[in-house]
């Protein structure tokens, strides 16, 4: 057997987890294995520690445990070899988080236990990107095992925050805390990160310009959407996605409705696009708005709570600001997209042409 270190356990397991875990001892009961798919920063890495752990203890006797925790495909496809020479029970269980589509790996799995039957189990844990191609064909070798992680529900969070404050002996109020768990709409490394950031800015406003200049969320939000195809991220925030992509989207707990689950990502995917464009990150969620109902008029009212929001539109509207905003795109937008164009509809507001 490789060697291994029993990842050590960061912390307390929230409720989420420990019904997971005990699925997870049911079907090490019936030799039954699992898939654990989710966003990054979801917690699976989490899971995967606590299941490890149990497994080393209390796996059956006959059964030998291969554990694998890698970042690189090369490691794992030496892993999956020498899961191929072994003749006796196995479990293996698996963590991954790669730059790259790892779909294959999961046909080599399902492989494995074709072959050995009940003497080969698996437990694989795995962010959206290494196995998106698999679960858009909706491969049954990843269907028939799978399990989603989702978002955390409000004591949940209230753990993940307790588990980061006691460490430095503080606390947070519970309208903080709210706060927290509003912002990160469930998503346990955001919780962490706005804990942290809470902790570190006591005064701050958390609003999203403030969200977006610290490193810690830049990072958080935008490992989530390098989670997924570029393509499908593009479509999501344009409004192009099929009924077939909304539908496995809101599966995997990317979507609400039609729309990110969290509206931050839509803010850091206009700064990241903002960049590329030589937008600013206003013209950059302007545009956005325009490109949502490309040929149809945009009104101004609608421009501006882009602009300054839902809740001080209407004390900040100015609408100079918003002529010399659009003025500044169409100038940009004649070098970087020469086939689209934003037209005045005169009284009424501003449509783009593509």
């Known amino acids: 057997m490789p060697p291994y270190a029993i990842p050590r356990l960061p912390g307390a397991i929230v409720d989420r987890d420990k019904k997971l875990l005990k699925n997870v001892k049911q079907k090490v009961l019936l030799h039954e294995p699992a898939t654990f798919i989710g966003m990054a920063g979801v917690g699976k890495d989490h899971l995967f520690t606590a299941v490890v752990q149990y497994l080393e203890s209390n796996r059956p006797k006959e059964y030998e445990l291969f554990v694998c925790n890698t970042i690189s495909v090369e490691e794992l496809r030496e892993f999956i070899a020498i899961l191929q020479k072994q003749d006796t029970p196995v479990i293996a269980c698996i963590n991954i988080f790669l730059t790259e589509d790892a779909s294959w790996l999961v046909d080599a799995l399902d492989n494995l236990r074709y072959k050995h039957q009940e003497g080969f189990i698996f437990y694989l844990f795995s962010g959206t990107k290494e196995v998106y191609s698999a679960f858009n064909v909706t491969s049954k070798a990843l269907m028939?095992?799978?399990?989603?992680?989702?978002?955390?529900?409000?004591?949940?969070?209230?753990?993940?925050?307790?588990?980061?404050?006691?460490?430095?002996?503080?606390?947070?109020?519970?309208?903080?805390?709210?706060?927290?768990?509003?912002?990160?709409?469930?998503?346990?490394?955001?919780?962490?990160?706005?804990?942290?950031?809470?902790?570190?800015?006591?005064?701050?406003?958390?609003?999203?310009?403030?969200?977006?200049?610290?490193?810690?969320?830049?990072?958080?939000?935008?490992?989530?959407?390098?989670?997924?195809?570029?393509?499908?991220?593009?479509?999501?925030?344009?409004?192009?996605?099929?009924?077939?992509?909304?539908?496995?989207?809101?599966?995997?707990?990317?979507?609400?409705?039609?729309?990110?689950?969290?509206?931050?990502?839509?803010?850091?995917?206009?700064?990241?696009?903002?960049?590329?464009?030589?937008?600013?990150?206003?013209?950059?969620?302007?545009?956005?708005?325009?490109?949502?109902?490309?040929?149809?008029?945009?009104?101004?009212?609608?421009?501006?709570?882009?602009?300054?929001?839902?809740?001080?539109?209407?004390?900040?509207?100015?609408?100079?600001?918003?002529?010399?905003?659009?003025?500044?795109?169409?100038?940009?937008?004649?070098?970087?997209?020469?086939?689209?164009?934003?037209?005045?509809?005169k009284g009424k507001g501003y449509l783009l042409q593509a």
């Open 144 to 345: 028939q095992y799978l399990t989603m992680l989702h978002l955390v529900n409000y004591n949940d969070a209230k753990q993940i925050i307790a588990e980061h404050t006691n460490k430095i002996k503080s606390n947070l109020s519970e309208d903080e805390k709210k706060e927290i768990f509003e912002l990160s709409c469930g998503h346990a490394g955001l919780v962490k990160a706005l804990t942290l950031l809470r902790l570190e800015n006591p005064d701050a406003r958390f609003t999203s310009t403030f969200l977006l200049a610290q490193p810690s969320m830049v990072y958080k939000l935008s490992s989530i959407l390098k989670d997924f195809p570029a393509e499908i991220i593009d479509k999501v925030v344009h409004g192009q996605l099929t009924n077939t992509e909304k539908t496995q989207l809101r599966q995997i707990g990317l979507l609400q409705g039609d729309k990110f689950f969290n509206p931050l990502l839509s803010d850091m995917y206009r700064m990241i696009h903002a960049n590329k464009r030589d937008f600013s990150f206003l013209e950059e969620r302007v545009y956005d708005l325009l490109c949502q109902q490309t040929g149809k008029i945009v009104s101004k009212n609608d421009i501006a709570k882009a602009i300054w929001g839902e809740d001080d539109w209407e004390i900040k509207y100015s609408e100079w600001a918003i002529s010399q905003l659009m003025y500044r795109m169409k100038k940009k937008l004649v070098k970087l997209e020469p086939s689209a164009t934003i037209k005045v509809a």
